[in-house]
């Protein structure tokens, strides 16, 4: 292919600028290193399709500096489950392995290198900003290592996990000059539960639990 144009392609719209090899063999597209557009945003692919009739992928795709707002609106079904605002934008590698019309039943895995990203949620006043490091997903768990976020003027450094979309629990650690704490969240309707929070601010340790409620406006 050489500057190609699809349009009516799920989730993507109008695919554009296909270059590439893609190679057709009866009931079987392998595509290796093909280079397109989609959605304003440049992707590199490689993978298979197999079975016409009843779509079934393998693939991989790369794309650098992508909006964060774009990549989740191509799966709404993940985006339903996170709890947080996301903006910005980052480094993406994901994987489609399952029924192309069907991503419930299909494994997909990404890795997300942030750049500067921002996150709202309506329980935190403000917003956290300035997020970068490494996110990675697979089915039902979120993880991340060494993140840097800013909140109110000072940086923190993030390690930990969110898991179990249907009732969401995050375990994280939160570290910055004066402050380290561990923790264990579950996401309530309109509440967190603190099932653990233990931790140091300069030289006094503390520790707490219970249940923060919040009102959604």
Not at 203 to 215: K, P
Request: no cysteine; proline share 4%.
């Amino acid at each position: 292919f050489t500057s190609g144009l699809l349009t009516g392609v799920p989730r993507l719209e109008t695919v554009s600028n296909i270059n590439g090899n893609i190679d057709f063999t009866p009931g079987r597209l392998t595509a290796d290193s093909l280079n397109f557009h989609a959605r304003d945003t440049a992707f590199l692919l490689s993978g298979v399709l197999k079975n016409f009739s009843e779509p079934n992928l393998d693939i991989q795709a790369v794309s650098e500096n992508l909006d964060l707002r774009t990549f989740l609106a191509l799966f709404p079904e993940l985006e339903k489950k996170i709890p947080f605002g996301l903006a910005g934008s980052a480094d993406i590698k994901a994987k489609y392995k399952g029924p192309a019309f069907a991503p419930s039943e299909s494994n997909i895995t990404f890795a997300a290198q942030l750049n500067g990203a921002t996150v709202t949620h309506a329980a935190i006043p403000g917003q956290i900003t300035g997020v970068t490091g490494r996110l990675t997903y697979e089915k039902n768990l979120v993880a991340w290592n060494g993140l840097k976020a800013e909140y109110k003027n000072k940086v923190y450094t993030l390690t930990g996990s969110f898991s179990n979309f249907s009732r969401p629990v995050i375990n994280t650690r939160v570290t910055s000059d004066t402050l380290s704490v561990k923790t264990q969240v579950k996401i309530l309707n309109q509440a967190f539960q603190f099932t653990k929070l233990t931790g140091d601010y300069f030289n006094t340790s503390f520790g707490a639990g219970g249940n923060v409620s919040y009102n959604v406006s």
